[in-house]
């Protein structure tokens, strides 16, 4: 195993239409709650959005941050405040972060609602758009910031498939929308996709994206990995040395955690599983692989 190219072309039909749908619903709405995955800023995010937003008032919400790292959060928290966009830092699971969403809202609407006032119009409602791809955490966020439970959440991308408004307070009402891809990827924003499960895991072959989320962390985490798996410096020092090392390192965790297949072999689709699924739930450690 070498180097992995990857090349994805998945865009289902229902994407399309639903991009189509968006677009024409914006119409009603003032503000755009644009959901990031928290790990990998850049790769979560649409680049059909710039497109469609156009000139709305957005505001970047940072998803799942509980599984990033806090100084990385706070970084990307900056660049989009240099931006002149509004972002917060947010666990839907949790909860953390999501009471200060409403206020961001209304602050951000203040002027608008001031000059209807001025001329006598009044206000009742501040209708918001919540943007994201498949799995990036919208129906957990939106469960939370209404205080529901009655939306379907799921691990499998793609999961939430209806329209829906939901009122928070007094004066918002949120439109949910479908997790919407775009047609093509280049090869790294595809990894990073998998990485954190934002397309299904049959899309790509499992092992290759584990081989080279294993080279991430080799590289750039080590001492996350080194804890995660129980690697002595020693180890550590001897399998990095080797040319295929993320190989190697594979072979290591398959053995420590009993990954064997008969004749004693390494079960590598076993290990992939478990380098993954550690790294997606927050157990490899508070890991943000796109930064600023």
Same mark, same amino acid.
């Given at each position: 195993?070498?180097?992995?190219?990857?090349?994805?072309?998945?865009?289902?039909?229902?994407?399309?239409?639903?991009k189509?749908?968006?677009?024409?619903?914006?119409?009603?709405?003032?503000?755009?709650?644009?959901?990031? =995955?928290?790990?990998?800023?850049?790769?979560?995010?649409?680049?059909d959005?710039?497109?469609?937003?156009?000139?709305?008032?957005?505001?970047?919400?940072?998803?799942?941050?509980?599984?990033?790292?806090?100084?990385?959060?706070?970084?990307?928290?900056? +660049?989009?405040?240099?931006?002149?966009?509004?972002?917060?830092?947010?666990?839907?699971?949790?909860?953390?972060?999501?009471?200060?969403?409403?206020?961001?809202?209304?602050?951000?609407?203040?002027?608008?609602?001031?000059?209807m006032?001025?001329?006598?119009?009044?206000?009742?409602?501040?209708?918001?758009?919540?943007?994201?791809?498949?799995?990036?955490?919208?129906s957990?966020?939106?469960?939370?910031?209404?205080?529901?439970?009655?939306?379907?959440?799921?691990?499998?991308?793609?999961?939430?498939?209806?329209?829906?408004?939901?009122?928070?307070?007094?004066?918002?009402?949120?439109?949910?929308?479908?997790?919407?891809?775009?047609?093509?990827f280049?090869?790294?924003?595809?990894?990073?996709?998998? +990485?954190?499960?934002?397309?299904?895991?049959?899309?790509?072959?499992?092992?290759?994206?584990?081989?080279?989320?294993?080279?991430?962390?080799?590289?750039?985490?080590?001492?996350?990995?080194?804890?995660?798996?129980?690697?002595?410096?020693?180890?550590?020092?001897?399998?990095?040395?080797?040319?295929? +090392?993320?190989?190697?390192?594979? +072979?290591?965790?398959?053995?420590?955690?009993?990954?064997?297949?008969?004749?004693?072999?390494?079960d590598?689709?076993?290990?992939?599983?478990?380098?993954?699924? =550690?790294?997606?739930?927050?157990?490899?450690?508070?890991?943000?692989?796109?930064?600023?």
């Amino acid at each position: 195993m070498g180097e992995n190219k990857v090349n994805i072309n998945w865009y289902p039909g229902h994407m399309a239409k639903t991009k189509r749908e968006i677009q024409e619903d914006l119409k009603l709405i003032d503000v755009v709650i644009e959901l990031l =995955d928290a790990r990998i800023p850049i790769s979560s995010r649409n680049p059909d959005f710039d497109n469609i937003i156009r000139n709305k008032k957005r505001i970047v919400i940072l998803n799942k941050s509980d599984l990033s790292n806090e100084i990385e959060n706070k970084r990307w928290i900056e +660049y989009y405040n240099s931006k002149n966009i509004p972002a917060l830092a947010v666990d839907s699971n949790s909860g953390k972060g999501v009471n200060k969403i409403e206020k961001e809202i209304e602050k951000l609407m203040s002027e608008d609602i001031e000059k209807m006032q001025a001329k006598g119009i009044v206000r009742k409602t501040i209708r918001v758009m919540i943007l994201g791809i498949p799995n990036v955490g919208k129906s957990s966020f939106i469960n939370r910031i209404s205080k529901k439970t009655t939306m379907e959440v799921g691990n499998r991308p793609g999961v939430t498939r209806q329209k829906q408004w939901i009122r928070i307070g007094n004066q918002i009402e949120l439109l949910d929308t479908p997790g919407v891809l775009w047609p093509k990827f280049d090869e790294n924003t595809g990894l990073m996709l998998a +990485y954190t499960g934002s397309i299904k895991d049959d899309i790509l072959d499992r092992i290759d994206v584990a081989y080279n989320l294993t080279k991430i962390l080799v590289n750039n985490h080590k001492k996350l990995f080194m804890d995660r798996y129980k690697l002595s410096e020693e180890k550590f020092s001897e399998l990095i040395k080797e040319d295929n +090392y993320a190989l190697e390192f594979m +072979y290591e965790i398959g053995r420590k955690r009993g990954a064997l297949i008969s004749g004693g072999e390494i079960d590598l689709e076993r290990v992939s599983g478990i380098i993954l699924d =550690d790294f997606r739930s927050g157990r490899t450690g508070k890991i943000t692989l796109e930064v600023v």
